[in-house]
């Protein structure tokens, strides 16, 4: 059942939609993260801009939303369309590895010809169709056995990515621009991060996997056992009455690990990874000075607004304003600033500063206002 | 009748209460002028502390409030104790030659051997009982006819400010301190201001005048007699049946003109302006900046924080925040910034553009929102 012409057979997204975003606070919040907003000022949520991305690809019944209950309702609201065949709900986060892998675990017992494609559900992709176009790429790729990642042209030496080192193409039908992976390297520090976008051999991994379910978990059976027998367990009582009572059992006992170390790494050095070049806009808006760089598509010095009806009176100033109530929001004469309000917090930082912006969280967490995460 | 036995005979104070206080937007407003604010953390308002500090010079009754009909309430709410024989309530605001003139002309006439004190109701003073010595001495010299101020060391070329040239000693009893003015310049530019300080012989005006009040208004009748026939037209009629029916027909057209104008500066010019130096600290709060050094106590690097239970969460930060909801204010690694956080309005400035506050109130102003000022 696929809603579109052009939708892939045996191809089915999953979102992962997870992380708080704490370096977004206080806009992101526990009861409101950052895939719950909308960044761009598109009017959509970045989970429902994720959604109709993909969709073509995969009409509504081919996509899956990993998420945690406390956002069930949220999430659904953004996604009407999303049945209950196609919600996984995390009664505590497991990261990554736990989260994709039970998603795969459930959809090759549904289908073991499935293509997987996992999409962060709080990126901003700026070109659809070139994105569907290496996405495509990627599941022609992914069938022929090979783990797929969509690597993104690095602009500065981030430690917050996992590099990718591109090698020999792949004559693979289908996927002109597939390329084998040499070595993966999750999150280096800024050295080899300099290194490496100095090289220009490397791209960042855009968080983006695709591979058969059963081979990405075969991936995991070599690297984390327990955690696969764990997943596996879980999804043999997935579609069966006794669901509830076995996640009860195993998902507490799950080990947290991200994908990027479970399967990309051991895959590349297996010579099992492949990369699809994205030419495509691509952020991870990772904290305000990405935000701000995003909505004043790059230009130094403007004052980027993010809030509908956001009143905002400046005089000489520069950086981003992120509105989320009626108040008017002066600023005479700061540069690179990044001002945040919301009704029970603000936050005035700069973009210099905005990495740190996760210290507070955990002051706050400390200090036992949780109402404030 | 005197309330304490160090009351001075015959004086009577005067507190106009008008600013509102431009530069310190969004915490001043129309409704709640700077007067109306506490603004050291003494748990008092600006005006309550005036009164406090000139009480043991005059008991209760020997206080007149001139103020705005709009901020009868509130002065009220905040001086139970004044009576309605103290209260002057202007209509329209008509700067200090008229409501200093007016309380003068009305006074004079209960009182012909009345010395009358001005003092600002928003100026932060620190040791009351030197301020209360220099009035004495200031209150010894008008009885002899002279209009005497109360001149302040200046410590730094600001151009906001009056400058008094300090002339020879005057010997009178009861007043070592007191000198000939012999010369008074209101608000000089940048240059001029700058020679001022660095000859030494100069102090700011501290807006405060004691004079007696038929002085005053001789003063007055030579500079602007127009204005003084009015307020004394006014005055005739105050305490009787048709104070309102003259002040409707008579205050609207009386000239707008800063009592240093109209009085010092000429009675200055004449010999007949006398100077006691004050030691005590004095601030007029003109700016966030200014309240910043004031609540830091000087101290350069320091994070001021103005508000009752203001929760302020900073980090590598220094300036102002002034906390007027209960909101968590976050800073990261923001110098000399000026936050300043009320129900309907925000402002983040730096204390170097403090006095660029007033070109917001205008722009808001211009665009209608009266609401916000």
Tied chains: 1, 2.
């Excluded at 700026?126 to 797929?148: K, L, P």
């Excluded at 993010?306 to 950086?319: H, M, P, Q």
Aim: proline letters at 5%; glycine letters at 8%.
């Amino acid at each position: 059942m696929r809603a579109t012409a052009t939708a892939l057979p045996d191809f089915h997204a999953v979102i992962p939609a997870g992380g708080v975003g704490s370096r977004l606070w206080p806009l992101s919040r526990a009861e409101a993260p950052k895939f719950l907003h909308d960044l761009t000022g598109s009017g959509h949520t970045l989970l429902r801009d994720t959604w109709n991305r993909v969709l073509p690809l995969t009409g509504s019944d081919g996509i899956m939303v990993v998420t945690g209950r406390a956002h069930r309702a949220a999430v659904e609201a953004q996604l009407p369309e999303l049945t209950d065949a196609n919600i996984v709900l995390e009664s505590e986060p497991k990261d990554s590895s736990a989260a994709i892998g039970l998603a795969a675990a459930i959809l090759v017992r549904r289908n073991p010809e499935v293509v997987i494609g996992s999409f962060a559900a709080d990126h901003v992709i700026g070109d659809a169709v070139a994105f569907r176009h290496a996405v495509s790429e990627a599941v022609a790729v992914a069938r022929e056995g090979y783990v797929t990642t969509i690597g993104m042209t690095p602009t500065e030496p981030s430690v917050g990515f996992g590099y990718i080192c591109c090698g020999e193409p792949l004559a693979i039908e289908g996927a002109p621009h597939a390329q084998l992976v040499t070595r993966f390297v999750e999150k280096p520090d800024l050295a080899t991060a300099t290194e490496y976008v100095a090289s220009g051999e490397y791209l960042w991994n855009g968080g983006m996997f695709i591979a058969r379910a059963d081979r990405l978990l075969e991936e995991l059976a070599q690297s984390q056992p327990e955690l696969h027998t764990g997943l596996v367990r879980i999804a043999a009582a997935w579609d069966t009455p006794v669901r509830s009572q076995v996640v009860d059992a195993v998902w507490p006992g799950l080990l947290k690990i991200a994908i990027d170390y479970s399967v990309a790494e051991p895959a590349a050095a297996g010579g099992r990874l492949a990369v699809v070049r994205g030419t495509f806009p691509w952020d991870d808006v990772g904290d305000f000075s990405s935000l701000a760089k995003l909505l004043s598509n790059g230009r130094v010095g403007d004052l980027a607004i993010l809030g509908e009806g956001a009143r905002v009176l400046a005089d000489s100033s520069s950086g981003v304003v992120v509105s989320r109530t009626s108040r008017l929001i002066s600023l005479i004469g700061v540069q690179d600033i990044v001002v945040v309000d919301t009704s029970d917090a603000l936050l005035v930082t700069t973009r210099e500063n905005a990495q740190r912006v996760k210290s507070v969280v955990d002051a706050i967490k400390q200090s036992g206002r949780d109402d404030l995460l």
